[in-house]
């Protein structure tokens, strides 16, 4: 019973690089969701979907994307990646909206 | 502007002790809250949910209290246990929202001391 699988873990990117970090769910939950957690604050959420083939801005949105093109799996990615944009990045999925979210383990990103 | 703020960045307790912790948030809105309990190297997993019409819940050893009037929610973890030694934190939401659009705070740091 995998869960929530976060791939990769950890990611070292040269500034103005891109990478997709990927989110894979097997509970055939509707709702996924991605957050960034920096050092003294909480998580904060990118963007999040409602359903396959549905996304929307979270409270941090500015320069991500996301798509979800299948129900199990959604994408995050970064165009061109800016130093500020290290964190950890943690992907959750939940039943429908009233039901606790469940967590990846995170992936660490460095941007240099 | 944090919306949900601890202010406790760590707390430690002895082994079978109470654990209090605390959270305060300025959103009057907010009508849901829910506490996680992150592990290192981990994703946060969820411990204990309160609805704003109710002013306590209990699981077990967690308690979670909600002081609408004061904007304040606290967990009480009794008795504690060197495996409760975490990362804690809080998060508020909108129950009409059209997801679980969490708003966490900073977390505290709790370690129970064997």
């Known amino acids: 019973n995998a869960g929530v699988t976060q791939t990769p873990k950890f990611r070292v990117l040269k500034t103005g690089q891109s990478m997709t970090l990927l989110c894979a769910q097997d509970?055939?939950?509707?709702?996924m969701y991605w957050y960034r957690q920096d050092p003294g604050m909480g998580l904060r959420l990118i963007h999040y979907?409602?359903?396959?083939?549905?996304?929307a801005k979270g409270e941090v949105p500015d320069g991500y994307n996301v798509s979800r093109l299948k129900k199990q799996n959604f994408l995050l990615g970064l165009e061109s990646a800016a130093p500020s944009q290290t964190s950890v990045y943690f992907c959750?999925?939940?039943?429908?909206?009233?039901?606790?979210?469940?967590f990846g383990n995170g992936t660490r990103l460095t941007v240099t | 502007d944090q919306q949900v703020k601890q202010n406790s960045p760590s707390l430690s307790v002895q082994e079978g002790r109470i654990s209090i912790l605390n959270c305060d948030y300025t959103?009057?809105?907010?009508?849901?809250f829910l506490w996680y309990k992150k592990y290192p190297a981990e994703g946060p997993t969820f411990l204990i949910s309160?609805?704003?019409?109710?002013d306590k819940n209990e699981d077990g050893r967690f308690t979670v209290f909600l002081n609408k009037s004061a904007k304040h929610l606290s967990l009480h973890i009794v008795p504690s246990q060197p495996g409760d030694s975490a990362v804690y934190f809080c998060?508020?939401?909108?129950?009409?929202?059209?997801?679980?659009?969490?708003?966490f705070g900073s977390g505290t740091q709790l370690t129970v001391l064997p």
């Open positions: 979907s409602v359903g396959e083939g549905t996304t």
């Open positions: 509970m055939n939950h509707e709702y």
């Open positions: 959750a999925s939940s039943t429908d909206r009233y039901s606790p979210l469940h």
């Open positions: 998060a508020a939401t909108f129950s009409s929202g059209s997801a679980r659009q969490l708003t």
């Open positions: 959103n009057s809105m907010f009508d849901y």
């Open positions: 309160i609805s704003s019409i109710k």
